[in-house]
Structure formats: structure tokens, C-alpha cells
């Protein structure tokens, strides 16, 4: 017996989950299963966190916009892999990963400060204290690449469990 609890016979009738998917969503599940779209979504965030990194009080109005499209551009990134992964892994399959609650949060988070940033209180007031708040958080797609290293994506799940024990004393 494995450590599944199965024989090594049972495991390798099993069928794999994407077997009977079209040819369009095997494709797109090949592509984001791939490490290359993993190492490519880093140097997204990596590009991200540099813009981020630029922003100053009193910037020129033209490094402003600038960012301001960037922001849009890497949020539009994130929403599309977001949407790659769902659609090739389902949507019960993509949200049983933690990471992937985490980048759907973050997803959600970036939405929901742009919309504040665009909106400045012209529909309904909004403290400018809540659009710094949305802004700081942006930072939390650096979040995203604990993922990608084993080494502290383990550790960081070993503090997660140990949390509750700590919370005990």
C-alpha cells in the first residue's frame, strides 16, 4: 500500500482530471501548468514591484499617468491569469489551492482600488485614507511569489499551522 491508502495498480488505472478536456482547454491547461508560465508571472510581479517602487510624493503629473497605466496593465495580467488558471483547472479545483484564494484576493483588491482611484468621491465620498490603504496593499502581489519558492512557501506553511498552537498559550 502508498500512502494514499491505494495499490499501486488502483493509482495507475485512475484517470487524470483533465483527460476529457477539449482540445482549447487541454491547451490552455498545458499552459499554465507549465513552469514557464510560472517564471514568466514572476517577472510580471517583479516589473509590478519596480513601478510600485517608483512612486514618490509630488511626482510629475506625467510619471503619475504613467504608473497609473502600469497599474492598469499588471492588473489586467493578474486578471488574465487568473482567468487562464479557472478555466483550465475549474473553478472548485482553482479556488482548493490557498495560493490561489490569495491571487483572487489580490485580483479583487486591485479592482476594487482602481475603481477607487478612478471614482475620487465623484459618486459617493470616499476618505482618501481608504485609496492610500488600497494603494498600500497593492504590495501584497509580492504575496505571489512565496508560490513559486519551495523552500519559504514551506516554512511560511509550517508559521501558518503553528499559528493556532501559539495563539493557545
Not at 485580483?107 to 494603494?135: A, D, H, W, Y
Request: glycine residues 4%; charged residues 20%.
Amino acid at each position: 500500500r502508498r500512502r494514499s491508502g491505494k495499490f499501486p495498480k488502483q493509482e495507475m488505472l485512475e484517470r487524470p482530471y483533465y483527460m476529457d478536456y477539449s482540445p482549447m482547454r487541454l491547451f490552455i491547461h498545458k499552459v499554465v501548468t507549465s513552469k514557464y508560465f510560472d517564471l514568466g508571472i514572476s517577472a510580471v510581479i517583479g516589473l509590478n514591484v519596480i513601478t510600485m517602487a517608483m512612486e514618490f510624493y509630488m511626482m510629475p503629473m506625467e510619471l503619475e499617468n504613467a504608473l497609473k497605466i502600469f497599474n492598469f496593465f499588471f492588473t489586467a495580467i493578474f486578471i488574465l491569469e487568473a482567468a487562464m488558471k479557472v478555466s483550465a483547472l475549474g473553478c472548485k479545483r482553482y479556488l482548493s489551492d490557498r495560493w490561489n484564494q490569495l491571487d483572487v484576493f489580490i485580483v479583487i483588491l486591485s479592482v476594487v482600488g482602481i475603481c477607487l482611484e478612478e471614482l475620487k468621491g465623484q459618486v459617493f465620498p470616499i476618505n482618501p485614507t481608504i485609496i492610500r490603504v488600497m494603494r498600500v496593499l497593492r504590495i501584497a502581489r509580492v504575496l505571489k511569489l512565496l508560490k513559486m519558492a519551495k523552500g519559504i512557501r514551506a516554512l511560511l506553511d509550517t508559521v501558518m499551522q503553528a499559528l493556532p498552537q501559539v495563539g493557545n498559550l
